[in-house]
Every structure is written in structure tokens, then in C-alpha cells.
């Protein structure tokens, strides 16, 4: 199957990244946008209100353009919600995993000293000590800024570009030590957008999200299809994953070539029962072998496997599709 061809000559007029989310809240506000890991919906309009008051509050903390906001926390509805919410302010966003010992996460903070950090409970003992502010986006955060907001102006809009930078993520160091790699929005746009329009989204698609979650989430969000998040206690679960699947009914998601052989080799499991919403599976990350392209189209010839082989730090994309 060769990739179509399309046109991308007007892309960079479809501004930033958080402009792509916002274009579509204007199109889709009643709609669901992401089913949260505890199975709670928020809808587009929703999502902006909670973004909105958010980058008010961190611009009031300080943050803005040539900045960069932190965010530590598991995948889940606050987090979409502050990777929004910080570009809104024409800020960067940086991942800061949990998973991360203290001594790379001490080392990045200081390498990139964020102006704040927006995490929850049960990371705190991780970041507290570095003194940088942190936001709280635990339990009642949303009404409690809610609550604050009444009691300051709404901050003006500001204005970013393709060229200002959207995020910096950090190397995984194998051959030395992490490095920060700063991405500006160009990219991510363009890698979107050629997506949207090389493999557009049909009737009744879900997608979910874990795997690269701050590369892949805001994609079927630009486009009005829900986003369900999958718990990190259910990615690298088989029977849990594929449940999770079945459940919801999933029609695209993006896997490393490791975890979608672990879900094969798993004994007990009937793929071709879990996975027959499948629309589409497209593979990131590591490299794809033969062996398991043949083998799941074999068990799954309903599927179109893409094998997005790229750098997530820059959204570069080598693309191939296979029927």
C-alpha cells in the first residue's frame, strides 16, 4: 500500500497546537473528548474551561513565552489538561516522568529550571525540594480555580507561532547523558495535519492513548474523535489491555512493536474476539520486523498496521502502511 500524496502547502495556517484543539471546540463543543482512566467524560467545552482557568492561573504564577511549564503525573485527564493549559500561556511544556529515579529528575529540573510544575499528591516528595512553585491538580482543582478565578481579571490571550517552542523532552541517554531536546510547534502541526489528511478519522473512531502520550493525545482531539486514556496499571497488562480494548470498543491505537508482541505471545488471550473494533494499529518507537507484520496481519487482516517510524522528540515520520 503506498502512502497518499497531500497537499501541505497550507498548513501553517492552521496555527499552534492548542489552536488545532481550540478550532475543534468551536465545532464539537457538546462532544466527548476524553474518558478519563476512572471512566468520567469531559466534554470539548468543557476541556476548554479547565484549560482556560488553568493558564490563567499559570500565567498569574509567572509563567509564559520562553518559559517552560513542568508537568509530573500519571496519564490522566489533568495532564491533558495541562499540556493545554501551558501552551496556552505561549509557554513550553515538559514531561518530567514519574518513573524517572530522583537523581534524573533532580538533574533535569536544573538543567531547565521551569518556572512551575503542575503534578498531584502523590508526586510531591519527588519535586518539593526543588523549590520551584508547584500546582496542585489534585481532587478539587478544578473548582478551586474555579473559585480563585473570580477574584482576578482573565489574563489576554497571547499569541504564539509555528517557530516558538512547544515542548522540550529529554533523551533517553544511552549514549551518554539526557539531553533536552527543544521542539517548536512546526512540527508537531505538520506531522498532525499529514496525518489527518493522508489517513483521516472515519465514522464512530476512539482512540486510545498511552503509549507517547504527550505526542499522541492532542491528535484525535484536533480532529473532534474521543481520546480514552489507558491506565499505566492496564498498558502493560495483556488481559487487562486487551479487556480495556474490548471494552471501549477502541478502533486506533499506537503501540511499540514490544508491547503488541507481548499481547500475542500471551497465552489464553482471543485476539480476534478483544481486538475486532481494531481499525487501525500503528507502531512507534522501536523497529517493526517482518515477522510480526505478517503475524498480526494473519490473526487481524481486518487491521491496517502503519509503521510510523520516527524521532517523538521532533515528530520526524518515515511512514509505511501495510494491508
Known amino acids: 500500500m503506498s502512502t497518499p500524496i497531500v497537499d501541505m502547502s497550507a498548513y501553517d495556517q492552521l496555527g499552534c497546537l492548542h489552536d488545532l484543539f481550540t478550532q475543534q471546540v468551536l465545532r464539537t463543543p457538546k462532544k466527548v473528548a476524553v474518558i478519563n482512566c476512572d471512566g468520567s467524560q469531559t466534554t470539548f467545552e468543557e476541556l476548554e474551561e479547565m484549560t482556560n482557568l488553568l493558564a490563567n492561573?499559570?500565567?498569574?504564577?509567572?509563567?509564559?513565552?520562553l518559559k517552560v511549564g513542568g508537568i509530573l503525573m500519571e496519564r490522566c485527564l489533568e495532564y491533558t489538561v495541562a499540556y493545554i493549559g501551558i501552551l496556552k500561556t505561549g509557554a513550553a511544556y515538559m514531561p518530567v516522568e514519574v518513573s524517572w529515579p530522583a537523581p534524573l529528575t533532580d538533574s533535569v529540573l536544573q538543567d531547565v529550571c521551569p518556572s512551575v510544575i503542575c503534578t498531584k499528591d502523590a508526586f510531591y516528595d519527588k519535586v518539593k525540594h526543588s523549590g520551584?512553585?508547584?500546582i496542585n491538580m489534585s481532587g478539587n482543582w478544578f473548582e478551586n480555580l474555579k473559585k480563585e478565578q473570580l477574584s482576578f481579571p482573565l489574563v489576554p490571550s497571547v499569541k504564539t507561532s509555528l517557530d516558538d517552542t512547544a515542548y522540550i523532552v529529554y533523551s533517553s541517554g544511552t549514549t551518554g547523558k539526557p539531553k533536552g531536546i527543544v521542539c517548536p510547534h512546526r512540527g508537531a502541526v505538520f506531522s498532525y495535519t499529514w496525518r489527518h489528511l493522508a489517513y483521516p478519522y472515519q465514522d464512530n473512531d476512539r482512540e486510545a492513548c498511552n503509549v507517547f502520550f504527550v505526542?499522541?493525545?492532542?491528535r484525535p482531539l484536533a480532529k473532534g474523535?474521543?481520546?480514552?486514556i489507558i491506565p499505566d496499571d492496564v498498558i502493560y497488562d495483556p488481559p487487562k489491555l486487551v479487556d480495556f480494548l474490548h471494552r471501549h470498543k477502541i478502533t486506533r491505537m499506537l503501540f511499540t512493536p514490544s508491547l503488541l508482541q507481548a499481547l500475542l505471545e500471551f497465552r489464553g488471550l482471543d485476539l480476534k474476539l478483544s481486538l475486532k473494533y481494531l481499525r487501525q494499529i500503528i507502531?512507534?518507537?522501536?523497529?517493526?520486523?517482518s515477522v510480526l507484520r505478517d503475524k498480526v496481519a494473519a490473526l487481524l487482516p481486518w487491521v491496517q498496521q502503519l509503521n510510523l517510524y520516527s524521532i517523538s522528540e521532533c515528530h520526524d515520520v518515515a511512514n509505511a502502511g501495510v494491508l
Request: one cysteine or more.
Open 132 to 134: 520551584i512553585p508547584l
Open 215 to 218: 505526542w499522541e493525545m492532542l
Open 283 to 289: 507502531y512507534c518507537g522501536e523497529v517493526v520486523t
Open 225 to 228: 474523535v474521543p481520546m480514552y
Open 57 to 65: 492561573k499559570l500565567l498569574r504564577c509567572g509563567l509564559g513565552k
